[in-house]
C-alpha cells in the first residue's frame, strides 16, 4: 500500500521576463530558500530532491548535477526528471512517488527555467521527430494555432470567447505578487494584437519567463507533525500520447482521460460541484476556453458559454486560475510545478489576495507535448 | 574592495555549431526514397486492426499489431486543420530564420488513418477552411533528395 503524502509548503521566484541579477543555480537558491522558510525547516531536513527542466533550451545539460548548489542535492539522492511542457507536474509526480512508496519522508520537488538564456520555439521544435516532422512545426504555437483552429470550427466558437480568456487570465495575475504579465487588457486589445499564428494573437499566447518554483512533499507522519494545514494529495495521474503530430487524435484527449481517472481515484462523481478551484495548464487563452470540456465542468463547446457567463472567474462557481495561469507567467520546467504549488496554496489558505474562499479541494493539470496530460487532485483531507 | 551591487551583470554569448546525424531505419527511409524515385507517399497497414500509418513504421500506433504490408497514400487529401505561421524564428533544421507567413497544414490523406503536417501554398485565411481538398507539389526531377522536402508544398485544389 502506498503511504499518504501532502504538500506542506513552497516557495516561487518572482517569475519575469529576464533574471539579470541571478545564474540559473541563483535563481533555483532563491525558491527553494523560499519553500524551506515557508516549511520552518533547512536543506538538512530535506531527504532527497526531483528536479527538472526543459534542458534543450538553455543547452545546459544533467540539471541534477549543475544546479545542486542552488537545489541543495549535493550529497543528498536526487533525480532529474525531464518530460517537456509537464515536467513540473511530473517533477511533483516523482516527489510524491519517492514518499508514497515509504522510501523518503520530506522531498523537496523543483522545476525551472531561464528562457531569456534560451530560443523556446526552436527548442521545442528539436523535441520532434527531425526526419519527419520537424520541417513544418512552429514551436507550441504552431502546434497549439492548429487545434485552436480545429476547436473554434467544429464548436462554432469566435477569437472573442479566447480573448476573454486572456482578458481574465491577466486580471487575475493582478492579484498574485509571483506573476509575470499582470496588465489590465480589453478584449479589443487582444483581438488588435498581431495575430502570430491564426487564430493565436500574440495577446492569446502564454510569455517566456526565468522562473523557479520549489514544493515541499512529506509522508503522513511527517506531514501531520510539520504541518498544521497540508494539502494532501489525492490523485495524480499521467496520460501520454503518440509522438507524431500526425498522431495525435484529438477526439481521444489525454487530459479527459487522465482527470476521468483521478476523479475515480479521488472519488469525485460530480466535478463541477465537488472542485472549488481550477489550476489549468493554459499555454493559449484558447487551452482555458477548450480544456475545461476535458475536465467535465462543462459539455463539449460550452467552454464560451463559461466564460461568458462568468462562472470560471474568480467571483464564480469553480475559479480557474486565480494565479493568472500559464498565459500570465511561463518558466517552462517549473510551470507546470506552479500549478500543483497553487493548488496547495488554495488548500492551505495561504494564496493571499487570490485565495478562493473555503477552498477545500483543488485541481491543477500539466500539459506537454506531444499533447499528453497530468493531472492532480489535492484535498484538506485524507 | 567594492562591495556595492554591479549595476550591470554580463551576459556571455556562445554559438556552438552541433551536427547530428540521424538514422532513419529500413521502414522511414523505404518512405523517403519512394518520395525521392516515385513521387509517391507510402504508409504500412496493420495486419491485425488493417490501420493505415504514414510515415511507415514497425508497429501500429492502435493495436501494436505488426505493420508489414507498405501501400501508396495520397497525394490528395483533406485539410484537417491548419493555420498561417506569422512569427519568425529560428528554424533549427537550417539555423536561419524561417520564411513567414507560411501555411501550416494537418493533412488528412486519401487511403490513410493519420494525419501527415506540411506546408501549404495558401496563406490568404478567405480562401481556407478546414475540409478542403488538398495535394501533395513535389519537386522537380533531379531536386528531390531523399527528404520530406521533396514534397515542396500541398496546394488547394477547390475552392
Not at chain 1, 525547516?41 to 527542466?53: E, Q
Not at chain 1, 479566447?162 to 496588465?183: D, E, G, S, T, Y
Not at chain 1, 503522513?220 to 494532501?232: G, V
Not at chain 2, 493495436?63 to 506569422?86: D, H, W
Request: glycine content about 8%; hydrophobic content about 40%.
Amino acid at each position: 500500500m502506498p503511504k499518504n503524502v501532502a504538500i506542506i509548503a513552497s516557495g516561487q521566484t518572482n517569475h519575469t521576463s529576464r533574471r539579470k541579477d541571478v545564474n540559473i543555480p541563483e535563481m533555483i537558491r532563491e525558491a527553494v530558500d523560499r519553500a524551506l522558510t515557508d516549511a520552518e525547516l533547512t536543506i538538512d531536513d530535506i531527504d532527497a530532491v526531483v528536479i527538472g527542466n526543459m534542458e534543450h533550451f538553455e543547452g545546459i545539460n544533467l540539471s541534477d548535477m549543475w544546479a545542486s548548489e542552488g537545489s541543495g542535492a549535493v550529497m543528498k539522492p536526487c533525480m532529474k526528471i525531464a518530460t517537456g511542457g509537464t515536467t513540473g507536474t511530473s517533477v511533483a509526480a516523482g516527489a510524491y512517488y519517492h514518499c508514497a512508496s515509504g522510501l523518503f519522508d520530506t522531498v523537496l520537488a523543483i522545476g525551472w527555467e531561464k528562457l531569456s538564456e534560451s530560443d523556446t520555439t526552436a527548442g521545442i521544435i528539436t523535441a520532434f521527430d527531425p526526419i519527419v516532422e520537424r520541417l513544418t512545426l512552429a514551436g507550441a504555437i504552431g502546434g497549439l494555432a492548429i487545434e485552436a483552429n480545429l476547436y473554434m470550427t467544429t464548436y462554432g466558437l469566435s477569437q472573442e470567447h479566447f480573448a476573454k480568456a486572456a482578458v481574465m487570465a491577466r486580471k487575475n495575475a493582478q492579484n498574485n505578487p509571483h506573476a509575470h504579465l499582470k496588465h489590465d487588457l480589453t478584449v479589443e486589445m487582444v483581438l488588435n494584437s498581431p495575430m502570430i499564428a491564426y487564430p493565436i494573437h500574440y495577446l492569446d499566447m502564454c510569455p517566456t519567463s526565468d522562473g523557479a518554483c520549489a514544493v515541499i512533499f512529506a509522508s503522513e507522519d511527517r506531514a501531520r507533525r510539520l504541518c498544521p494545514r497540508p494539502a494532501w494529495i489525492k490523485a495524480a495521474v499521467c496520460r501520454h500520447n503518440h509522438p507524431y503530430i500526425g498522431d495525435v487524435w484529438w477526439d481521444r484527449s489525454t487530459l479527459e482521460s487522465a482527470a476521468i481517472e483521478a476523479y475515480k481515484i479521488a472519488g469525485i462523481t460530480n466535478p463541477r460541484k465537488e472542485l472549488d478551484v481550477i489550476e489549468l495548464y493554459d499555454p493559449a487563452s484558447y487551452a482555458l476556453v477548450a480544456w475545461i470540456q476535458h475536465l467535465h465542468i462543462c459539455g463539449p463547446g460550452e467552454g464560451g458559454k463559461l466564460i461568458d457567463d462568468g462562472s470560471i472567474t474568480m467571483e464564480g462557481d469553480i475559479p480557474v486560475n486565480p494565479s493568472g495561469g500559464v498565459i500570465s507567467t511561463n518558466p517552462i520546467g517549473a510551470t507546470a510545478l506552479i500549478r500543483v504549488a497553487e493548488a496547495a496554496l488554495q488548500i492551505q489558505g495561504k494564496a493571499g489576495a487570490r485565495q478562493v474562499e473555503g477552498a477545500k479541494t483543488a485541481l491543477a493539470t500539466g500539459f506537454g507535448g506531444s499533447y499528453w496530460n497530468e493531472v492532480f487532485i489535492l484535498s484538506d483531507r485524507l | 574592495m567594492n562591495q556595492e551591487p554591479l549595476e550591470k551583470p554580463l551576459y556571455i554569448n556562445l554559438h556552438a555549431r552541433l551536427p547530428y546525424a540521424y538514422s532513419a531505419g529500413r521502414y522511414v527511409s523505404r518512405f523517403l526514397i519512394a518520395l525521392r524515385d516515385e513521387c509517391k507517399i507510402l504508409a504500412t497497414k496493420c495486419e491485425r486492426c488493417s490501420i493505415v500509418l504514414t510515415p511507415p513504421r514497425l508497429v501500429c500506433n492502435q493495436c501494436y499489431g505488426p505493420m508489414k504490408e507498405f501501400v501508396e497514400v495520397g497525394p490528395q487529401g483533406r485539410l484537417a486543420t491548419f493555420s498561417v505561421i506569422n512569427f519568425p524564428f529560428i528554424d533549427p533544421f537550417t539555423g536561419v530564420e524561417r520564411p513567414v507567413p507560411y501555411g501550416y497544414a494537418i493533412i488528412q490523406l486519401d487511403g490513410c488513418s493519420n494525419r501527415f503536417p506540411h506546408f501549404l501554398r495558401e496563406t490568404d485565411l478567405s480562401r481556407l477552411r478546414i475540409g478542403q481538398r488538398v495535394q501533395a507539389v513535389f519537386k522537380p526531377d533531379g531536386e528531390r533528395t531523399g527528404a520530406v522536402t521533396d514534397i515542396s508544398h500541398f496546394e488547394i485544389i477547390e475552392p
